[in-house]
């Protein structure tokens, strides 16, 4: 079995900084790429940033500037460093991961989320 965990979420004021963290555990044989969603109340889950098994982002445009994710593999672990932060950013935020854990078997896995609000 794989896991997927999040942390890092809180409450912050506008202007301020987050980290986020998705650590995955379990039967990994490798981790393909790794992203951040986020879904605010009464709207659609939708894609924050993406980062390959080798290292390059992708980014929301409503994020471009502000956020940043980055990846060790060594850790199977994830971040997206947010700065910057906006009211519009409130969100749960939910990382997801294309993993397999033997050769040429992927699964996409989601973790259970983490609450970021932003606010004064």
């Known amino acids: 079995q794989v896991q997927l965990v999040e942390s890092g979420g809180g409450l912050v004021q506008p202007g301020g900084s987050l980290r986020l963290s998705c650590a995955a555990s379990?039967?990994?044989?490798?981790?393909?790429?790794m992203a951040w969603y986020r879904q605010a109340p009464g709207k659609q889950r939708e894609l924050v940033a993406v980062?390959?098994?080798?290292?390059?982002?992708n980014y929301a445009d409503s994020v471009k500037g502000r956020f940043t994710i980055s990846r060790d593999n060594a850790k199977n672990t994830a971040y997206l460093q947010m700065n910057s932060l906006k009211p519009e950013d409130t969100a749960v935020y939910y990382c997801?991961?294309?993993?397999?854990?033997?050769?040429?078997?992927?699964?996409?896995?989601w973790g259970q989320g983490t609450q970021v609000t932003v606010s004064s």
């Open positions: 980062i390959t098994s080798g290292g390059s982002p």
């Open positions: 379990g039967s990994i044989f490798r981790i393909n790429a």
């Open positions: 997801n991961a294309e993993i397999s854990s033997q050769p040429g078997i992927f699964q996409i896995y």
